[in-house]
């Protein structure tokens, strides 16, 4: 436990500290709760160790006058990363709900996961066979894609930072390391799973370095082995490989190579991104026990509809995130579920992007077999029109709450829903259908509705 720690009781904002979860090099994790909506939250306190102490009260102040413009830069850095990482919004990673300054520091208040981490969850369930290890792998490399399109590393991914939720599904933690690749890179270490690159400053850290300490977790899931370190696979490197390791009646060839193949020591040697190296693990036959529902497995998210491949998916996100950035995963997710065939989806799609993108992204994706439907009158919403049936201020606070649940994409929802709806009550109830989560969804209806029912 830390000296630092806010005791339990502690109040920031509407957030009470009920005990301490964690101490890093950044900060302190606690678990707290969220007075307004009774909702248990991490909530995430910038306190660097080595510069900063607390003072006064609940004040965080630097160790001394040389270490604050450290601190003030940290702290600046702990804002953008936080603003960055609430704008994703996938299944598998964990949420940031919001983010405020206070005490001279920094907050982040997350998701609150409640479940087991990998390492515990995964005792009494050894060994484990390869249907049930791609039924973890799908879901969080697509989380991880997530990240590395909108231009973050993870840089600590480990078992502890893998959770187990209780209806089963998993969740990557902690991105109290994460860090834009334009940005300068510090050495982040957690031995075995950290690649060489990460060992110093300089190293060419990438998207294959996240691929390697995720390919350390799938060793140490198929052999029960914690990888060797790093430093000592450089020169002489003895670690048998998963291919001698893993038991070859449990797991494929070609899914124990791709894991030797993420393991390299040279970078260069590595797949480079999330899509090639998720090629590899399909040919072993991934892409066939993603979903298989066999218990006591973790539920897997839902894959796409049939008759549209992964690969063309893969496609559709990386032209939408160039359009709307990190949201365009989710959205390509959601009208895959409901598409019949490629061209349903990229119609789909097509509705979601700028006017002046529209017309191109028809044209280059539209399936040349099939004729072309009649013209389309009815676009997205424009702010103009649905500004006309509720006062823009309204439309602001609706898009603000729901956009806490699901990101940017709800200044799409909340105009939609604005043209259908007759009143500010029933504009929360239909925007709320967009979130998934059961308890949120009511959370979210009971706090909206009071809210907007209010003179």
Not at 44 to 70: F, H, M, N
Not at 80 to 109: C, K, W
Not at 396 to 421: C, F, N, S, T, W
């Amino acid at each position: 436990m830390s000296a630092h720690a806010l005791p339990a009781g502690s109040a920031l904002q509407e957030y009470r500290v009920e005990k301490l979860l964690g101490v890093g090099g950044f900060g302190l994790t606690y678990l707290a709760t969220d007075a307004n909506l009774n909702l248990k939250v991490a909530l995430k306190e910038y306190l660097p160790g080595d510069i900063a102490v607390r003072g006064e009260g609940q004040t965080i102040v630097p160790k001394s006058a040389e270490e604050a413009e450290t601190f003030g830069w940290g702290k600046q850095r702990f804002l953008d990363e936080s603003r960055t990482l609430a704008s994703f919004r996938h299944p598998n990673i964990v949420r940031v709900m919001r983010f405020f300054e206070a005490n001279g520091s920094a907050y982040m208040v997350m998701e609150f996961v409640e479940g087991a981490a990998l390492g515990d969850w995964i005792k009494t369930r050894r060994p484990l066979a390869q249907v049930q290890v791609a039924a973890l792998v799908g879901p969080l490399l697509d989380g991880l894609e997530v990240v590395h399109k909108a231009g973050y590393l993870h840089r600590d991914i480990k078992p502890g930072n893998i959770y187990i939720r209780e209806d089963g599904s998993p969740v990557l933690l902690d991105f109290g390391s994460a860090r834009l690749r334009s940005a300068e890179l510090t050495a982040v270490v957690s031995p075995g799973y950290a690649p060489f690159e990460q060992y110093h400053t300089q190293g060419n850290q990438g998207p294959w370095s996240d691929l390697y300490a995720f390919a350390g977790v799938l060793y140490w899931m198929v052999t029960g082995n914690k990888p060797h370190d790093a430093t000592a696979r450089i020169r002489a490197d003895t670690m048998p490989s998963a291919l001698q390791a893993g038991d070859s009646s449990l797991f494929r060839p070609g899914f124990l190579s791709a894991i030797d193949w993420a393991l390299k020591p040279n970078e260069g040697e590595r797949p480079q991104s999330v899509a090639e190296w998720r090629g590899a693990l399909a040919g072993s036959g991934l892409e066939n026990t993603r979903t298989i529902p066999t218990q006591p497995l973790p539920k897997a998210q839902p894959a796409a509809a049939a008759p549209v491949e992964a690969a063309f998916l893969e496609k559709m996100e990386s032209e939408l995130a160039q359009h709307l950035g990190p949201i365009a995963s989710t959205i390509v997710k959601r009208m895959a579920k409901k598409a019949a065939s490629r061209a349903d989806l990229v119609e789909a799609l097509a509705a979601e992007l700028p006017a002046e993108a529209r017309a191109a992204f028809e044209t280059k994706y539209r399936d040349r077999s099939q004729p072309l439907s009649a013209p389309k009158t009815v676009a997205e919403p424009s702010t103009a029109l649905a500004a006309s049936r509720f006062p823009q201020p309204v439309l602001d606070k609706a898009e603000q709450r729901l956009a806490e649940y699901i990101g940017a994409v709800a200044r799409i929802v909340v105009k939609r829903a604005a043209m259908k709806a007759r009143d500010e009550a029933e504009l929360y109830l239909l925007i709320a259908d967009e979130i998934e989560d059961k308890a949120e969804k009511k959370a979210f209806i009971r706090k909206a509705v009071s809210i907007s029912g209010k003179p």
